[in-house]
């Protein structure tokens, strides 16, 4: 009987653990201070996570920060690797709290609340993956994804998103992101925003997808139209 009772309780413990879990995407639809539509995607993954805010309608890029975090009780602790608005932040550690309750995710303290959009399935990429190389005519060419230097992308099961940055001298250079899917070896983008070209908005990418060594290789076109293969390891 008590290891019955035990089994019990065990079970709900999971499950109450799953259906709190931060990892995976969340959304948060809202106005700004002159009326425009704006949209704020934050994704988790294992240890790593980002958050964008850009226009609903035009996807007009409006600012991203992202990095490591831990969760203990209600307590948010992030080290910021990136901040497009204020630089000085990189390397700093904040605290806060959350309130995570099933699908809604708020900020104790602030008007901030998101409701989660997935899981982080069903996509088969989700995670945080850094740049490890390219292949050009044929031949690999890899580089240290321990430098300062990084270009990550961090998905869940169906958003995405790309950020180029240096921790060392706090200079961001670029991100976007979107929507994406994975079918029978195909990697399928759907970019909402991208900070360098608010035009790319809208725009659609179909890419092969192919996980060697544990290595992500995505081969394809980008979105200038220029030949890619580019290789990925998970953080």
């Known amino acids: 009987m008590k290891k019955i009772l035990f089994l019990i309780i ?12 931060l990892i995976g995407a969340w959304e948060r639809n809202h106005v700004s201070e002159n009326g425009t539509d704006l949209k704020s995607v934050v994704i988790f993954s294992d240890g790593f996570q980002a958050i ?38 990189v390397g700093s550690e904040i605290k806060f709290q959350i309130n995570l309750n099933n699908n809604s995710l708020s900020i104790i303290g602030s ?6 959009i997935d899981d982080g399935s069903p996509g088969n990429l989700s995670g945080a993956w850094l ?7 044929g031949q690999k060419q890899l580089r240290d994804t321990n430098r300062p230097r990084k270009t990550m992308k961090i998905l869940s099961g169906t958003r995405f998103q790309w950020i180029a940055y240096n921790t060392e001298t706090q200079k961001f ?3 976007g992101g979107g929507t994406y899917t994975t079918k029978n070896g195909n990697y ?11 035009s790319k908005s809208g725009l659609k990418l179909k890419f092969d997808y192919e996980i060697i ?9 980008s979105s200038k139209g220029d030949p890619l293969h580019e290789i990925w390891i998970s953080r």
């Open 10 to 21: 065990y079970i709900f413990l999971i499950n109450i653990n799953n259906s709190q879990s």
């Open 52 to 89: 964008s805010t850009y226009e609903s309608k035009t996807g007009k890029f409006i600012y991203s920060n992202g990095g490591t975090w831990k969760l203990e009780g209600n307590n948010m602790t992030e080290i910021v690797e990136f901040d497009t608005k204020n630089s000085e932040r």
């Open 111 to 116: 008007e901030m609340e998101f409701k989660k």
């Open 131 to 137: 740049m490890s190389g390219r292949v050009r005519n």
């Open 173 to 175: 250079m670029g991100t």
């Open 188 to 198: 399928n983008e759907n970019i909402e925003f991208f900070s360098r070209d608010n």
């Open 213 to 221: 060594d544990n290595q992500w290789n995505h081969k394809g076109f």
